[in-house]
């Protein structure tokens, strides 16, 4: 019995192992004039209004590449994945909130009369 078990917990490591060896990606921050022309065209025609954070290739165990490449208009980054053809393959939009400064702080509030201001009800 203890070696059934012994064999399933090696079995069961050696697939994540080959699981993590086949999925394993490189990525590695690129120059923009590195993009292919497809994807540098794709970018342009449908996202000039934005700048661009950051451009990274992601290269598979394939020897596929894919690009990443973060946008920014205003507070909105979008993150791109473009395949080498200039086809767009994922999308992520997500928010950035930024201080500069003109924000009002907020105060803490007061404690109302007759208790602690430690949170506590006693």
């Known amino acids: 019995m203890k070696k059934a078990i012994i064999n399933y917990f090696v079995m069961l490591s050696l697939t994540f192992v080959i699981i993590n060896v086949c999925s394993a990606q490189t990525e590695t921050k690129i120059p923009g004039d590195s993009l292919p022309a497809l994807v540098h065209n ?3 025609k449908n ?12 290269v598979d165990q394939l020897q ?32 950035v909130y930024t201080y500069d400064g003109t ?5 803490p509030s007061p404690s109302s009369p007759g208790k602690s201001g430690d949170g506590h009800n006693h």
Do not use: C, P
Not at 103 to 107: A, G, L, P, Y
């Open 103 to 107: 924000e009002k702080t907020r105060s």
């Open 47 to 58: 996202y000039a209004l934005y700048s661009v954070n950051s451009i990274s290739r992601k």
């Open 42 to 44: 794709e970018l342009n």
């Open 64 to 95: 596929n590449s894919t690009y990443k490449i973060e946008v920014q208009k205003k507070s909105t980054v979008i993150e791109l994945h473009y395949d080498k053809q200039g086809k767009l393959i994922n999308k992520e939009k997500s928010k």
